[in-house]
């Protein structure tokens, strides 16, 4: 009943509020009546409601030129904390700057805002000066306890922690940093490398990644590039192919372009079949994925599809056929650049490179071919298909090659424009292939597909 009398009250100071036969006389009259107690407690109100905007003027302007200008913000604002450090850190770093004056200084930044990380980390600059290391280490860490997105502060513990031994600790910092500003990646890249040289910092740098930090997948990419120990970075995939977060395709593929690159194939090969569903890693692959029917990740050992220029390429339904995947190439009529291949790791012996072709008004002073070299010498070419150009309808193409018994380990099998001049590289139209096949010759002339 009380909640109902309320209601009601509140409904009738509605009803009378809103009544459109008020008389202006009556409107004076009311405001007459206004008790002085009442005129009072508004003025107070807006006296309140203009200084707190004042405040948040005089706050606001203080804040904006305490970097820049803290002599103005505190002018502003007195005790502009920001400010304060500003000043502070600006009579440290001079070259004849007073060290009492700039202590003051911080530790009046610290009384405004006893949270005021930056203010630490000053006096722990100080400190550091006057050659107190237990009392700069401290002031140090009290600063990135409160926050870890001060880079000198974070860059003073780095140092501290490693000449400390404390690695793991180290390491923190070193994600402190690349958390806040990731375009310190290669500036950091050193330290990294230099963590894999001692068994001890090495398992302390693969926990780090293991955890998978945001800047992973480029610290894994210029580490897979610049590492100068192949060894130690087999090492480290390993660690992380067993964390819970093992590595992914795109971190993958640095590593496995660098294990190509140091001529360690079948580590490099080996590494890829962890990859697979667990179905196929059992399986024998001459060509892998041939019929486009497996997801396309573009590392070394399945298909690597780039379209640079003139071109677009994707995996498409067969057309004219019930079933099947296809891989289609549209050229726009441009001098057309792409990379499209696989490697594939084949014992010495014959073989048969068979597929599938359709094209569609294609123009081409040349035509496009599948090439097969040795990985470990490009210009060794082990077999070609027949150009293809024109309209054609589904055929099929094969090719015998055979991979020598030595500087043959790897072999690359491409699609490209046999161009003797940069003008034959222009092509229009389409073509698609379906149904790509390496066979292994037998001892009876036969041919076994894998």
Not at 40 to 62: E, K, P, Q, Y
Not at 230 to 259: C, F, H, I, M, W
Not at 335 to 346: I, P
Not at 398 to 408: E, I, K, L, R, Y
Request: hydrophobic residues 40%; neutral net charge; charged residues 20%.
């Amino acid at each position: 009943m009380a909640h109902g009398r309320q209601y009601e009250s509140a409904r009738a100071f509605r009803k009378r509020v809103s009544k459109p036969n008020v008389s202006a006389g009556d409107s004076a009259d009311s405001l007459i009546r206004f008790s002085a107690g009442r005129v009072v407690l508004v003025g107070f109100v807006l006296i309140g409601l203009v200084w707190f905007g004042w405040r948040i003027v005089a706050d606001t302007a203080g804040y904006n030129a305490a970097t820049s200008n803290p002599e103005t913000a505190l002018a502003w604002t007195p005790g502009e904390a920001t400010a304060l450090d500003e000043l502070a850190y600006r009579e440290f770093r001079k070259s004849d700057g007073d060290l009492n004056t700039a202590r003051i200084l911080a530790e009046r930044a610290l009384r405004s805002n006893p949270l005021d990380a930056r203010a630490l980390t000053v006096l722990g600059l100080i400190a550091e000066r006057q050659g107190d290391q237990a009392r700069a280490g401290n002031l140090m860490r009290l600063s990135s306890a409160r926050t870890w997105r001060d880079m000198t502060t974070q860059a003073w513990l780095l140092k501290y922690d490693i000449q400390s031994g404390d690695f793991e600790q180290a390491l923190l910092h070193i994600d402190a940093l690349l958390r806040t500003n990731p375009r310190f990646l290669e500036q950091t890249i050193p330290v990294l490398a230099a963590f894999t040289v001692d068994q001890r910092t090495f398992d302390a740098l693969a926990r780090l990644l293991a955890s998978n930090p945001p800047w992973r997948a480029q610290a894994l990419a210029s580490l897979s590039a610049q590492l100068s120990d192949a060894g130690r970075l087999v090492q480290l995939y390993a660690a992380l192919n067993d964390s819970q977060y093992p590595a992914e395709a795109t971190e993958l593929k640095p590593y496995l372009d660098r294990l190509i690159k140091d001529g360690r194939y079948t580590e490099a090969y080996q590494s890829w079949r962890e990859t697979l569903p667990a179905q196929q890693r059992t399986k024998e692959f001459l060509l892998y994925n041939g019929d486009f029917a497996s997801p396309i990740d573009g590392l070394p050992f399945n298909w690597h599809l780039q379209p640079f220029q003139g071109v677009n390429i994707q995996i498409v339904a067969s057309p004219d056929k019930d079933q099947g995947r296809a891989l289609r190439f549209e050229f726009s009529g441009t001098r057309a650049s792409f990379a499209v291949g696989q490697l594939m790791l084949l014992p010495p012996g014959e073989y048969s490179f068979t597929g599938n072709v359709r094209a569609q008004e294609l123009r081409t002073q040349r035509g496009l071919e599948w090439q097969i070299s040795c990985a470990e010498a490009p210009n060794n070419m082990l077999g070609r298909t027949d150009l293809v150009a024109r309209t054609t309808s589904w055929s099929g193409f094969s090719v015998a090659f055979t991979v020598p018994q030595q500087d043959c380990r790897g072999q690359w099998l491409k699609l490209d424009i046999p161009a003797r001049t940069a003008s034959e590289r222009q092509i229009e139209g389409q073509v698609w292939y379906d149904n790509l096949q390496i066979r292994r010759a037998t001892s009876g002339n036969s041919l076994e597909v894998r």
